[in-house]
């Protein structure tokens, strides 16, 4: 249950990020920008969450977050034709998502890997 909590706290901040960078940015729509989000956040949980931040720390993992999300999010325009996401959009999507990474490996180390130990 605390994975799952985690993760719709993660989804929320990545689609409330995406939407209003890409809708600014792109001309990507509405339903478009929430299945990238999912992407991001389940890779990005995964990956830099649950893998990276425990064998390292909250700067590593937020770095590692910068460069999982700008690859996720580039990575759909090969995925879909018809998307077109300009780099400089996902590299500013993906530095602001890091930044409210910072606080979410807070909230994953106090709430996740401390229950864990226990």
Same mark, same amino acid.
């Given at each position: 249950?605390?994975? #799952?909590?985690?993760?719709? /706290?993660?989804?929320?901040?990545?689609? #409330? #990020? %995406?939407?209003?960078?890409?809708?600014? %940015?792109?001309? %990507?729509?509405?339903?478009? +920008?929430?299945? +990238?989000?999912?992407? #991001?956040?389940? /890779?990005?949980?995964? /990956?830099?969450?649950?893998? +990276?931040?425990?064998?390292?720390?909250?700067?590593? @993992?937020?770095? @590692?977050?910068? @460069?999982?999300?700008?690859?996720?999010?580039?990575?759909?325009?090969?995925?879909?034709?018809?998307?077109? +996401?300009?780099?400089?959009?996902? %590299? &500013?999507? @993906?530095? &602001? /998502?890091?930044?409210?990474?910072?606080?979410?490996?807070?909230?994953?180390?106090?709430?996740?890997?401390?229950?864990?130990?226990?």
């Amino acid at each position: 249950m605390r994975h #799952v909590v985690a993760l719709l /706290i993660k989804f929320v901040m990545v689609a #409330v #990020v %995406l939407e209003i960078i890409f809708s600014i %940015l792109t001309t %990507l729509t509405f339903s478009s +920008i929430l299945y +990238i989000a999912a992407a #991001v956040t389940i /890779i990005a949980y995964i /990956i830099g969450d649950l893998l +990276i931040l425990p064998a390292s720390n909250n700067t590593i @993992a937020s770095m @590692a977050d910068v @460069a999982l999300a700008l690859a996720t999010m580039y990575m759909f325009n090969y995925i879909w034709s018809t998307t077109q +996401i300009h780099f400089v959009s996902a %590299l &500013i999507a @993906a530095v &602001i /998502i890091s930044t409210g990474e910072w606080f979410f490996h807070k909230y994953v180390s106090n709430i996740i890997f401390r229950k864990r130990k226990d």
